[in-house]
């Protein structure tokens, strides 16, 4: 069983910075095959923003925060970051972030953390 934990969100103005982390509760290594980022906001369905393989050979962003949004793994410190630049209101969401041991970026993720919010005002 894989826990995660994820930190770093908050309230922040328009074209403002932050960087979310994410890390085993448990403190133990990964030992996953894929992470992702994921947010859901109000009234919407929950959306896939960047993913990466484990092995850092594959990595995928959506459209809408390509070039805006970074994610990057740390396997020292056994974290997964999503660096998030230039940020709108439009991205006010609780994030998520997500593991899976399937063979796919874009597999079902079956470990989840609790979330955090990130607000963006205008």
């Known amino acids: 069983q894989v826990r995660l934990v994820e930190s770093g969100g908050g309230l922040v103005q328009t074209g403002d910075s932050l960087r979310l982390s994410c890390a085993e509760a448990?403190?133990?290594?990964?030992?996953?095959?894929?992470m992702g980022w994921f947010r859901e906001a109000p009234g919407k369905e929950r959306e896939l923003l960047a993913a990466m393989s484990w092995t850092g050979d594959d990595t995928y962003y959506a459209s809408i925060v390509k070039g805006r949004f970074t994610i990057t793994g740390d396997k020292t410190k056994n974290t997964v970051s999503l660096q998030m630049n230039n940020l709108k209101p439009e991205d006010t969401a609780v994030y998520y972030c997500?593991?899976?041991?399937?063979?796919?970026?874009?597999?079902?993720?079956?470990?989840w953390g609790q979330g955090t919010q990130v607000t963006v005002s205008s």
């Open positions: 997500a593991a899976n041991n399937k063979l796919g970026l874009f597999a079902s993720y079956d470990f």
């Open positions: 448990s403190g133990r290594t990964f030992s996953v095959r894929h």
